[in-house]
């Protein structure tokens, strides 16, 4: 059964950082591109980014609101994947998803982010 | 900024049949932008139904289906159940970038 948990959410000041953690099980995490899709309350969902595997570069691509600020990485001897946050505004309030796949097929239950002051 | 447009709300009959569609900004959509479509039910994360235009996963009910019309991707309900009332996301790829439609919010009345 395939396994998403994301954790590391929380309340942070507008400017500060935060890092997300997704921990994956129940496939072939290192074979796996994994995406991160955010949510902010009430409203529709934003792709944020995603990270290729390692054998096809390890590459990285990212929304034009979130590119320069948030970084997508990933550890595959720990079958976790990586969302780093920095420069944060209040528009980025929102549950994150960590997402497997660029067809995201299966999704994390959500980890929700509050930027404010 | 690429925009993707799906109808805010739809409302269909139970039994009956509903498509909906998402258009892209840029101009029509091709199989080359992938179509996904999703569903999200009030407090519950979503769940994939339809890849690349109109491949299903294991999961997706076989009245379900994707495809193109008209420039846009669509989904089409079939026979459409009272569980069928959610939102339903389009994600459509740019190259290396995707993005996601606004959503229908499909009401079975």
């Known amino acids: 059964e395939v396994q998403l948990v994301e954790s590391g959410g929380g309340l942070v000041n507008p400017g500060g950082s935060l890092r997300l953690s997704c921990a994956a099980s129940?496939?072939?995490?290192?074979?796996?591109?994994m995406s991160w899709v955010r949510q902010a309350p009430g409203k529709g969902l934003e792709w944020v980014g995603r990270?290729?595997?390692?054998?096809?570069?390890?590459?990285?691509d990212y929304a034009a609101p979130v590119k320069g600020r948030f970084t997508i990485s990933r550890d595959d001897s720990k079958n976790t994947v990586y969302l780093q946050m920095s420069s944060l505004k209040t528009e980025d309030t929102a549950v994150y998803y960590c997402?497997?796949?660029?067809?995201?097929?299966?999704w994390g239950q959500g980890i929700l982010v509050t930027v404010s002051s | 900024q690429t925009v993707v447009t799906q109808e805010p709300s739809l409302t269909v009959s139970p039994g009956g049949t509903v498509t909906l569609t998402c258009a892209s900004s840029?101009?029509?959509?091709?199989?080359?932008?992938?179509p996904n479509w999703f569903q999200q039910k009030p407090g519950q994360a979503p769940r994939a139904l339809i890849y690349?235009?109109?491949n299903k996963h294991s999961w997706t009910p076989a009245r379900f289906s994707g495809s193109l019309l008209g420039g846009k991707a669509a989904l089409t309900l079939s026979g459409v159940q009272p569980e069928d009332e959610a939102e339903y996301y389009c994600?459509?790829?740019?190259?290396?970038?995707?993005?996601f439609g606004g959503g229908t919010k499909l009401t079975v009345l």
């Open positions: 840029t101009g029509a959509v091709t199989s080359g932008y992938y």
């Open positions: 997402v497997e796949g660029p067809f995201l097929p299966y």
């Open positions: 994600l459509l790829y740019y190259g290396d970038e995707g993005v």
């Open positions: 990270i290729k595997s390692n054998t096809h570069g390890g590459t990285t």
């Open positions: 129940g496939f072939t995490f290192s074979n796996a591109l």
């Open positions: 690349s235009t109109s």
